[in-house]
């Protein structure tokens, strides 16, 4: 027997309204429109959360919190599965690469899991490679990616392996 599992990204890492204007970004909408996916089948979600006044990602725990109860409280049966989260992008400076520029958003890997030890989803991100990811590189270096895994382990959360 062979097992398929449907799995909804609600909204993607760096995505806009100016792209899409129907993309989820309110804690109401990306909680809506989890909802909807297991109506349709999704067994699976994928949440990033986004600030409600700037509609940038947002690494604030108390968002992420907020979407996570409205989707157990909705659907228990749902698996959540967040993303890992900023942290990792490098943007080289325009006058000198070695120079952080504007978009640089570097963080410790424990602060990059915080929001996953503290909600204990099914299922978080732990990606691997080190990639150019629109004008940034996203970097991953063995220490941050162990202590990442280690630290969503422990709380029993399934790394979701990404190469």
Not at 40 to 54: E, K, L, M, S
Not at 109 to 126: F, M, N, Q, S, Y
């Amino acid at each position: 027997m062979h097992l398929v599992f449907l799995t909804c990204a609600l909204v993607g890492n760096f995505s806009t309204r100016r792209q899409n204007e129907n993309l989820p970004i309110t804690l109401h909408e990306l909680a809506t429109q989890a909802h909807d996916a297991a109506k349709a089948g999704a067994a699976i979600v994928h949440i990033h959360v986004r600030d409600p006044a700037t509609e940038m990602p947002s690494m604030e725990v108390a968002l992420y919190r907020e979407v996570v109860d409205r989707v157990r409280k909705e659907n228990d049966d749902l698996i959540n599965y967040l993303t890992r989260g900023n942290g990792g992008r490098f943007d080289p400076s325009p006058d000198n690469s070695v120079v952080p520029g504007p978009k640089t958003n570097l963080l410790p890997p424990d602060a990059r899991v915080e929001h996953i030890l503290a909600l204990k989803p099914d299922i978080a991100t732990l990606d691997l490679n080190t990639m150019v990811f629109g004008g940034e590189v996203v970097c991953k270096t063995l220490p941050s990616i162990r202590r990442m895994a280690e630290l969503i382990q422990s709380v029993g959360v399934g790394p979701e392996i990404e190469l």
